[in-house]
């Protein structure tokens, strides 16, 4: 059973930083695709970020590109996201996604952490 557990959520203001980590296990996830999506209050779950299983290739939202970077470690089977620059609309719960892959225009993905809040105060 593969479960992805988040950390590192917070309280942060406008202009800050936050690192998000989440751990991996149950399953051979370094093969696939990793991201992380987003959902805010009264809002659609949205995506954030995906990384390749080799970690060469990143694909990112246009509200995040330039402040968020997407990393992992296979060794350690966690996926991470560094938010830079945060502003008050990057304030939702995150979630870790595992085996992300391309719907349509857009990405889903087949397994889901719990989330974690951040909220930036302006």
């Known amino acids: 059973q593969v479960q992805l557990v988040e950390s590192g959520g917070g309280l942060v203001q406008a202009g800050g930083s936050l690192r998000l980590s989440c751990a991996a296990s149950?399953?051979?996830?370094?093969?696939?695709?990793m991201g992380w999506f987003r959902q805010a209050p009264g809002k659609e779950r949205e995506f954030i970020a995906r990384?390749?299983?080799?970690?060469?290739?990143?694909d990112y939202a246009v509200s995040v590109k330039g402040r968020f970077t997407i990393s992992r470690d296979n060794a350690k089977n966690t996926v991470s996201l560094q938010m830079n620059s945060l502003k008050p609309e990057d304030t939702a719960v995150y979630y870790c996604?595992?085996?992300?892959?391309?719907?349509?225009?857009?990405?889903?993905?087949?397994?889901w952490g719990q989330g974690t809040q951040v909220t930036v105060s302006s």
């Open positions: 996604a595992g085996v992300v892959v391309r719907a349509g225009d857009g990405w889903r993905a087949y397994y």
């Open positions: 990384i390749s299983g080799s970690g060469v290739e990143n």
């Open positions: 149950g399953g051979a996830l370094s093969r696939y695709d």
